[in-house]
């Protein structure tokens, strides 16, 4: 059944029983799986969750339990649990994260052994969210359920976030904590005797506490933008030396990969109303990726120009480009694009997260568009700032 279709039972057992817990479950990045593949494969694909889900009646779930799928061609399911587990009074989110696991685990073994039948030549992956439900006779059932769906779905989300985030903040401190630690035994065993490698090795070591440092900073900003707390020092600022500036920066950078840098400036700029070291700290991070992501004997191009209402400054690359599934996340938290490019290219996954907080921080939009295997295109566009009275300059 669909969700529309058990909310009179659903709503008799919570009045009822007062509470319900309630399990989310839902395929990453099905739409695109479908796009790729098929509508036929695709719901070949649901159906075995919904018969799978259905199977744990009687095993991970009562018989009285409901499941539901969100639509005809939903991508998300989810269970309501009516009766807490044996010798407990009350649902406990341990309780329905432990069956939520459990659950998507054997899930996710199903679905791709299926996709292997249906030469599905990818790895599908499943989320699960939990939540309980309270009865609240102020509040019609469908608002309950709305709430329970948005809430378990929000944390089957920050689950999967914060997983990669432990994963990839652990790799981030474990390899310069490993090298500072190895060089420093090696000196202290008696390598300090020679001169010449006691100051290369001091250097590396030097290297790796600032890598460290540059990482504790992005969690702070991460964390302050988190919670609302960017401080913008605004001031008159001259965009156009601001890119030029930066340009000359990573340019020996971009040399070094024989990348050549095309910046198109216009002859004159107005004075716009920004926090210099912000802005500068956004487009450094554009123009860095730029680089990176980019082969040998290749283009950068950065662009400044204005209109009476925005400043926009635009840094495309001739690179490897970002795959249309993964466009939507490129500006999340914590999120890095496909494992190969991950582990080639480094990084926290924190630069453009942090870069779009700095951005709206200024009422501006920072967007992208990109051709897989072509390039990309970030655009950062800027507002007159037309109410600053310069009491922060």
């Known amino acids: 059944p669909f969700i529309p279709d058990i909310l009179d039972k659903v709503a008799s057992e919570l009045k009822a029983r007062h509470q319900a817990g309630f399990l989310y479950f839902d395929v990453v990045d099905f739409l695109s799986i479908r796009d790729k593949y098929g509508k036929a494969k695709s719901e070949e694909i649901l159906e075995a969750i919904r018969s799978t889900l259905l199977g744990q009646k009687g095993r991970l779930f009562r018989d009285e339990d409901l499941v539901a799928s969100g639509g005809a061609a939903s991508d998300f399911f989810v269970v309501f649990l009516f009766a807490p587990p044996r010798r407990k009074e009350a649902f406990a989110t341990s309780d329905l994260k432990l069956i939520a696991t459990r659950v998507s685990q054997k899930l996710h073994n199903v679905m791709n052994d299926r996709a292997v039948e249906l030469s599905i030549n990818e790895r599908l992956e499943m989320r699960s969210g939990y939540t309980v439900i309270d009865h609240d006779p102020e509040l019609p059932i469908s608002r309950l359920v709305y709430e329970a769906r948005k809430e378990a779905a929000l944390?089957?989300?920050?689950?999967e976030i914060m997983v990669t985030f432990v994963a990839n903040v652990s790799h981030e401190l474990r390899t310069p904590l490993t090298c500072i630690k190895g060089y420093t035994e090696t000196l202290l065993e008696g390598a300090m005797e020679d001169p010449e490698l006691t100051k290369r090795w001091l250097g590396t070591i030097?290297?790796?506490?600032?890598?460290l440092e540059r990482l504790i900073k992005d969690l702070l900003d991460i964390s302050m933008m988190e919670a609302d707390q960017v401080d913008l020092s605004l001031s008159k600022c001259d965009l156009r030396a601001l890119v030029q500036h930066t340009v000359s920066v990573l340019t020996p950078r971009a040399e070094s990969q024989n990348i050549k840098i095309h910046l198109d400036l216009p002859e004159s700029a107005p004075d716009w109303i920004l926090d210099h070291d912000r802005i500068s700290q956004v487009l450094l991070n554009l123009i860095d990726n730029a680089i990176k992501y980019s082969n040998t004997d290749t283009n950068v191009h950065v662009r400044l120009y204005f209109s009476a209402e925005r400043a926009t400054i635009e840094v495309q690359d001739e690179g490897s480009g970002i795959k249309e599934a993964e466009l939507a996340k490129i500006f999340d938290r914590f999120y890095r694009v496909e494992e190969s490019r991950?582990?080639?290219?480094?990084?926290?996954?924190?630069g453009l997260a942090i870069a779009k907080h700095l951005v709206d921080a200024h009422g501006g939009e920072l967007s992208v568009t990109s051709v897989f295997g072509e390039g990309s295109k970030f655009t950062m566009a800027l507002p007159r700032q037309l109410d600053w009275d310069g009491d922060d300059e």
């Open 155 to 159: 944390k089957s989300r920050l689950d």
């Open 206 to 211: 030097y290297t790796e506490a600032q890598r």
């Open 342 to 350: 991950a582990t080639r290219f480094g990084g926290r996954g924190l």
